[in-house]
């Protein structure tokens, strides 16, 4: 199958969202944790600082990979479970093991992550 533009600035971007460890620590925390956590819950448990936390959610918020609740001034983040389902088949896509349109492709709406991702690099 071959990568159209979009699908390939959107794949770039997960791709590049992973590019840091603080942000796979994190990532695999909230996948593995299997609820919504609190900056503070995060802090603690990559032995990271306050800021950089808060930073390294933003950017994997802005490619869809979490999501975010904000109750009074405590943020509970989460993994956005729809990239469970859509990153590894964009990575077998890229990579070339699969003949096949992605999920997000054969309902024709698309999913949350590569509705987002795609309207962030429009911009």
Known sequence: MNVSRDDASTWASWFRALGDPTRVLILNLLATSGRAMSVAEIVDAVDVGQST??????????????????????????????????????AELVMGRLPTAAPWDESGRGSTLSKKTSARSRR
Do not use: Q, Y
């Open 53 to 90: 936390v808060s930073h390294h959610l933003k950017i994997l918020g802005d490619v869809g990979f979490v999501l975010v609740h904000r109750e009074g001034t405590t943020s509970w983040w989460r993994m956005n479970e729809e990239c469970l389902d859509c990153f590894p088949t964009a």
